[in-house]
T-cell receptor, first 118, second 113 residues
């Protein structure tokens, strides 16, 4: 199995430019997450989807960030326009969320997309 | 506010030595605690997951402990190898919080030959 696939792995852009990241989760996983991870820190949740519905986007800077999950499978995260402070690794993760079964709720992460804004 | 604190922030040990990483949390009500290993340039990979009733869980040379009373967990690495060099992240989940996870800042471990 390919696992969670993300692209691009690396992206370098100038500030004020747009950027988009793509994520293909593990087949059958109903929950998809986007996290941002700054150097030396733990991941911070940006948005969580259950199937097609964004159930937690409270930490997503909605003035410049947007996300969608197409048909409850793939997802894209967009930043427009990018700012210097957006430089980070953007991690996508997926899981099968089943109430009462913590073992089934283990997140599988992708390798991440490293964004550098100049 | 739910929080997860890890210590130390970074650690350097010699190959073959043991080490213990700490995780303290204030997440309530507690559901489960996971330890992830994150190699440089890669996403985190799950090592162990522990529920309220579990005190110890092993995965090869990794042993996680949980004290739900004191809200502390530790990850013990035995006979360290160079490939253990990575960040180790503690993640805690709360009951009835949907799928809300609280991440610690991680401990960066470097194993030197």
């Amino acid at each position: 199995e390919a696992g969670v696939v993300q692209s691009p792995r690396y992206k370098i852009i100038e500030k004020k430019q747009p950027v988009a990241f793509w994520c293909n989760p593990i087949s059958g996983h109903n929950t998809l997450y986007w996290y941002r991870q700054n150097l030396g820190q733990g991941p911070e949740l940006l948005i969580r989807y259950e199937n097609e519905e964004a159930v937690d986007d409270s930490q997503l800077p909605k003035d410049r960030f947007s996300a969608e999950r197409l048909k409850g499978v793939d997802s894209t995260l967009k930043i427009q326009p990018a700012e210097l402070g957006d430089s980070a690794v953007y991690l996508c993760a997926s899981s099968f969320f089943g109430v009462g079964s913590p073992g089934a709720n283990v997140l599988t992460f992708g390798a991440g997309s490293r964004l550098t804004v100049l | 506010k739910n929080q997860v604190e890890q210590s130390p922030q970074s650690l350097i040990i010699l190959e073959g030595k043991n080490c213990t990483l700490q995780c303290n949390y204030t997440v309530s009500p507690f559901s489960n605690l996971r330890w992830y290993k994150q190699d440089t340039g890669r996403g985190p990979v799950s090592l162990t997951i522990m529920t309220f009733s579990e005190n110890t869980k092993s995965n090869g040379r990794y042993t996680a402990t949980l004290d739900a009373d004191t809200k502390q967990s530790s990850l013990h690495i035995t006979a360290s190898q160079l490939s253990d060099s990575a960040s180790y992240i503690c993640v805690v989940s709360a009951v009835n919080a949907g799928n809300m996870l609280t991440f610690g800042g991680g401990t960066r471990l470097m194993v030197k030959p």
